[in-house]
């Protein structure tokens, strides 16, 4: 689907009104991309089962701006759903897998913290400061998508990984 919140959007939009138009039920959608790690236990290459999307603040948001309004909504993932692939991965030896919170940021560089985009607003040390209070409260990955992709699922009825 590409890189960031609007092109996931835009394709998650268009496979919904398929799957109304295919009169589908009961609708399963598992995402599955690339991710930053927030510890180096955690290897290159280890599965991420996300159990919520939250935005930069920690926080299970998507906020949206809708005709000139903030619309908030609710990144919340069926906690039960996160179960069964973890489960799985059991059975595959040397796949390192976990469930964890996902966050999700608006652009790569600054809003990940990382110090080697064109611009750095931040002195080196509050980056690994923010990432360290992002780990404490459950987030372990940082990506681009999953707010969206939670709100949508969540909006929908449908249930989503």
């Not at 394709?11 to 930053?36: N, P, Q, Y």
Request: net charge negative.
């Amino acid at each position: 689907h590409g890189m960031d919140t609007p092109s996931l959007s835009i394709m998650l939009h268009e496979l919904i009104k398929l799957l109304h138009h295919a009169e589908c039920g009961d609708v399963t959608i598992i995402r599955m991309g690339t991710s930053g790690g927030l510890a180096k236990r955690f290897m290159a290459g280890s599965v991420v089962i996300m159990d919520m999307a939250g935005d930069s603040s920690f926080q299970p948001r998507f906020e949206q701006v809708v005709l000139g309004a903030v619309v908030v909504q609710s990144t919340e993932l069926d906690k039960d759903l996160a179960e069964e692939p973890l489960t799985c991965s059991r059975e595959i030896a040397d796949l390192p897998t976990l469930i964890s919170h996902t966050m999700c940021t608006y652009g790569f560089y600054k809003g990940q913290g990382t110090l080697d985009g064109a611009l750095c607003s931040f002195p080196s040390g509050k980056n690994l400061e923010y990432l360290r209070r992002a780990y404490d409260v459950g987030v372990k990955n940082i990506e681009m998508e999953s707010m969206a992709f939670a709100a949508l699922c969540g909006l929908c009825g449908l249930k989503g990984e």
